[in-house]
């Protein structure tokens, strides 16, 4: 079965750490996605990757870095966690670019709380 | 950039009872997708839909895109109490572009 994980389901940190969360999946897919899902704002993208060591802006990218240097494993960074991050994280894959995409696989979430 | 707007927010209806969502996008879509996430769970791809004016029904469940490719809808005949959690629209424009998802609407079916 395919499958997305993510590392965390539950992380608490403080203001002002370095975090990192974890992706990993095993379907061999092209492109990988961070979002993060906060009540009445739905899923808003942070980052994706279309490749090894490729990385493009989403939506809402400040505060936030990526790591791809392995295709089946796609980090986020917190580069000093604030309160305002508090937050469901979801990863999610796919496979194939453009008009013959194809449906998100979504990890179980990390519910991240800054304290 | 590409909106997507979805309607209701929330609806809650009597098991057995019909229910739509239905999704608009500000510019015309490539394709458009839908998502299920249960009450705790993560987002669950549905189903793709390509074609102008395409239909495809998976059971219960109806979904349509409109003949400009700029709204879809999804329609749950009879629901159950398994239908419920928050039904998401994903539309993608044109080349390499990302998805962009609805806000949702959260369905409540009550026994």
Known sequence: DVKVTQSSRYLVKRTGEKVFLECVQDMDHENMFWYRQDPGLGLRLIYFSYDVKMKEKGDIPEGYSVSREKKERFSLILESASTNQTSMYLCASSSYRGLSGYGYTFGSGTRLTVV | ?111
């Open chain 2, 1 to 111: 950039g590409q909106q997507v707007m979805q309607i209701p927010q929330y609806q809650h209806v009597q098991e057995g009872e019909d229910f739509t969502t239905y999704c608009n996008s500000s510019t015309t879509l490539s394709n458009i997708q839908w998502y299920k996430q249960r009450p705790g769970g993560h987002p669950v791809f549905l189903i793709q839909l390509v074609k102008s004016g395409e239909v495809k029904k998976q059971k219960r469940l109806t979904f349509q895109f409109g003949e400009a490719k700029k709204n879809s809808s999804l329609h749950i005949t009879a629901t159950q109490t398994t239908d419920v959690g928050t039904y998401f629209c994903a539309g993608r424009g044109g080349g390499y572009s990302t998805l962009t998802f609805g806000k949702g609407t959260m369905l409540l079916v009550s026994p």
